[in-house]
């Protein structure tokens, strides 16, 4: 069986706890479930009295949620499904509002060790990077069938490797057909100068990764659209907790919450995890919360 710590470290959650819970009966809505850590704090915040539904895309992650969950309550409802269908998601529940969204954006502890999801370039696996393991598009389309530029785009935009991407792009190109993830890591190697390739604070592939993670999943679009729906489902009082990893996300974050007239804002700046959370978890070193209320 699996130890407490073995298990995903959720961030931020006493932020979380505090901006979302908003009254213990509510109806809490966790769009990005993943092992369910939010969802167990949630639960155990609100005494069991609130009503939580957990959705993700990956229903590997979803099980051991579940399973994780089941030692402690039956009453959770679990959906495998994207958010950026939320809408279906709670019609088919018959549910027409509810309290509080949950986002948690990135990839989950689960997915990054997990056997062949081709999401790190520490293990040499087949190229995927699927958060939704029943999508027939993954990595390798976007790194064997994108045109240079688009590639190059891509890698300056979702990576933020401003200096490199067209260098990149065009080592990729060249290097097809690219089968695995080390083929991946070999082929940007060849882009970057030797003070970039060994230098030891940051891999040199981490950026190129994270694009084609964003691209392949279309992390971006899935997110705008899941904002847009999310007001129209809320009870007044009800709010949204986005929690992002990448400035670009918070961008999007930051300007649909300010333009969107059904809201407002409860964080004016993000949120930002305290100095003993990010010493404990360095996965949390880049994580904001940003929090907006059903008018
Ligand atoms: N909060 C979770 C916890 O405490 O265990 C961890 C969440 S993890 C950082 C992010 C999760 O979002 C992953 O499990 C991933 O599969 C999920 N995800 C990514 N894109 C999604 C989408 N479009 N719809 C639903 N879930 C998605």
């Excluded at 997110?223 to 992002?244: H, M, Q, W, Y």
């Excluded at 300010?258 to 949390?284: D, G």
Aim: glycine share 6%; charged share 35%; with cysteine.
């Amino acid at each position: 069986m699996r130890k407490y710590e073995d298990y995903h470290k959720s961030v931020m959650v006493e932020e979380v706890l505090k901006f979302l819970v908003t009254k213990d009966d509510g109806i809490y809505v966790d769009c990005t479930a993943g092992e369910g850590g939010h969802i167990k704090a949630i639960y155990e915040k609100t005494n069991g009295k609130a009503k939580i539904i957990g959705v993700d895309v990956d229903y590997e992650v979803l099980e051991i949620a579940e399973t994780r969950l089941k030692e402690i309550t039956d009453d959770i409802e679990f959906f495998k499904a994207s958010y950026r269908d939320i809408d279906i998601v709670l019609h088919g529940l018959g549910i027409p509002k509810v309290d509080g969204f949950l986002m948690d954006l990135g990839v989950s502890t689960f997915q990054l060790k997990g056997e062949n999801r081709g999401f790190t370039f520490r293990k040499d696996e087949p190229l995927d990077m699927r958060m939704d393991p029943d999508s027939d598009f993954n990595a390798w389309n976007v790194v064997n069938e994108y045109p240079e530029e688009q590639l190059s785009k891509i890698i300056f935009e979702y990576g933020e490797e401003f200096k490199f991407a067209r260098r990149i792009a065009r080592s990729i190109v060249n290097s097809r057909p690219i089968n695995t993830t080390f083929e991946l890591v070999e082929a940007i190697r060849k882009a970057l100068p030797a003070k970039i390739v060994y230098n030891k604070r940051r891999h040199f592939a981490t950026k190129t990764f994270q694009a084609i993670r964003i691209e392949t999943n279309k992390e971006f679009d899935n997110i705008r659209t899941a904002l847009e729906k999310f007001p129209d489902f809320l009870n007044p009082g009800g709010r949204i907790c986005v929690i992002s990893f990448h400035s670009l996300e918070d961008k999007i974050i930051k300007n649909f919450f300010r333009n969107n007239e059904k809201l407002k804002l409860v964080t004016k700046k993000p949120i930002l995890p305290s100095e003993e959370e990010v010493n404990e978890n360095p996965r949390a070193r880049s994580a904001r919360l940003r929090v907006a209320e059903r008018i």
